[in-house]
């Protein structure tokens, strides 16, 4: 049975400083991500187009981003489209799409004067947690392994 794929990559700047709640064992970070898109109208003019995401990250990403992100970070983020209910104040059902990241990477450089070396550029730093770190991979039964212990494609 084909299984389907549900996977985002964004590149964009926050909009906010990331609202962190800590829970019992764990944390968890949201904040809104601008993704910008240009393009030329008829008349050639510039044309400027931002998205907004909802990002959400949970447990060490969290932590991540409680402590280097702010707004303006331009960062990298891959992670899978989750939508969810819930009552409105008012009683209605509502719903919100979200983009639930298993990795994130700090993009651009420090800002003037922080940390000893103000104007060095900052080197990217990768952030990732397993979707589910405590179940196997899946590996298809039909997928068999060489003579190397790899997959054959």
């Known amino acids: ?15 906010k400083d990331p609202e962190v709640q800590t829970f019992d064992t764990y944390k968890k970070a949201s904040f809104s991500l601008a993704t910008t898109e240009y393009s030329r109208d008829r008349d050639g003019n510039d044309v400027q187009h931002a998205e907004w995401h909802n990002i959400v990250l949970w447990r060490g990403l969290a932590e991540v981003a409680e402590q280097f992100l702010h707004k303006g970070s331009q960062v ?3 992670g899978k489209i989750r939508t ?10 509502r719903y919100i799409t979200e983009i639930q990241a298993d990795n994130l990477v700090l993009l651009g450089g420090r ?5 000893e070396h103000g104007s060095q550029p ?13 179940a196997p991979p899946i590996v298809e039964p039909s997928a068999q392994l060489n003579d190397h212990g790899d997959l054959p494609f």
């Open 111 to 115: 800002k003037e004067g922080s940390g």
């Open 122 to 134: 900052q080197s990217t730093n990768t952030y990732s947690h397993p979707a589910n770190p405590v």
């Open 84 to 93: 969810r209910s819930f009552e409105g104040k008012d009683g209605t059902k």
């Open 1 to 15: 049975m084909a299984r389907g794929v549900n996977k985002v990559i964004l590149v964009g700047n926050l909009g």
């Open 76 to 78: 990298y983020i891959e």
